[in-house]
């Protein structure tokens, strides 16, 4: 009833940018907390950041300063703007909500279908 839709991503050269965005839509009361996750072959999936309802924001260490994570509440979607890519940033790319479905309800964790981001050296 609730689904994430991921689209960007692709295949860019080190130094360059790439802009995800994560649309979410169904039956949505309100959305509290959303973020990004990424995992590269062979690691686990890695937190890369968050952004809450209000706008404060989280970063992994190793995208601090280059990436920056907003959101667009009347539009239920999540942006990341990667700048600055590394080869080390190549992974599939995932995005997440916790999604609050009914008024009395409380958040479900909801995911994104992935997108493939490589960055070439």
């Known amino acids: 009833q609730v689904q994430l839709v991921q689209s960007g991503g692709g295949l860019v050269q080190a130094g360059g940018s790439l802009r995800l965005s994560c649309a979410a839509s169904?039956?949505?009361?309100?959305?509290?907390?959303m973020g990004w996750y990424r995992q590269a072959p062979g690691l686990q999936r890695e937190l890369v950041a968050t952004?809450?309802?209000?706008?404060?924001?989280n970063y992994v260490d190793s995208v601090k300063g280059r990436f920056t994570i907003s959101r667009d509440n009347a539009k239920n979607t999540v942006y990341l703007q990667m700048n600055s890519l590394k080869p080390e940033d190549t992974a599939v790319y995932y995005c997440?909500?916790?999604?609050?479905?009914?008024?009395?309800?409380?958040?479900?964790?909801?995911w994104g279908q992935g997108t493939q981001v490589t960055v070439s050296s």
């Open positions: 169904g039956r949505i009361f309100r959305i509290d907390g």
């Open positions: 952004i809450t309802s209000g706008g404060s924001t």
């Open positions: 997440n909500a916790d999604v609050v479905r009914r008024a009395s309800n409380s958040p479900e964790d909801y």
